[in-house]
């Protein structure tokens, strides 16, 4: 499956942002979704994660209450809702899919088989 990210830009601290994840080549209900991102000079650290069904969410303590993510699957649709942003939050977004025949592990990253180039957010003080 082919997974292109968009929706990042500037804003400022307090603002919101949805990312949107479009994914193409195979069923898009066959896989488990994710939400990563990657900070100047860090390694990349787990966002959210949603199952097939959209049924299971799963997110990291520091998206919890300001993050939503969600997924449209007669669309392939991908998208994670950002209020409330931090500077912090600068980062390199990625969406990425895991095979649900390799159970649900949203917070690994070995886990997803494909992943999207990644959008660029930027949250200013």
């Known amino acids: 499956v082919q997974l292109q990210a968009s929706g990042g830009g500037l804003v400022q601290a307090g603002d919101s942002l949805r990312l949107s994840c479009v994914a193409s080549?195979?069923?898009?209900?066959?896989?488990?979704m994710g939400w990563f991102r990657q900070a100047p000079g860090k390694e990349r650290e787990f966002v959210a994660g949603i199952s097939w069904s959209g049924v299971g969410l799963t997110y990291a303590d520091s998206a919890k209450g300001r993050f939503t993510i969600s997924r449209h699957i007669a669309t392939n649709m991908l998208y994670l809702q950002m209020n409330s942003l931090k500077p912090d939050d600068t980062a390199v977004y990625y969406c990425a899919a895991e095979a649900t025949t390799k159970g649900y592990r949203p917070r690994e990253q070995s886990a997803y088989d494909y992943w999207g180039q990644g959008t660029l957010v930027t949250v200013s003080s």
């Open positions: 080549g195979r069923t898009f209900s066959g896989y488990h």
